[in-house]
């Protein structure tokens, strides 16, 4: 992943303030700031969401292994 440095982040800035003028400029900053929250938002509920799926199938697994095994020991007594 390429890296940004600050000259590049103030000829940004510099840029955006030019098309978007000085007044319009905080208020596009808060709503990419707004848009930048609510996808950390969503990606963090669906990693969660993930994880909690992915620990029913291996506590599913382990139930299952555990009952295979009581099994095997029932038949070999």
Known sequence: MPQIGWLEILAVVVIAILVL???EFPIALKKIGSFIGKLKNT???FQREISSATSEID???DINQKKDLKKKDKLDD
Do not use: L
Request: zero cysteines; aromatic letters at 22%; hydrophobic letters at 20%.
């Open 21 to 23: 003028g000085p007044k």
């Open 43 to 45: 990606f963090s509920s």
């Open 59 to 61: 506590f599913e697994k």
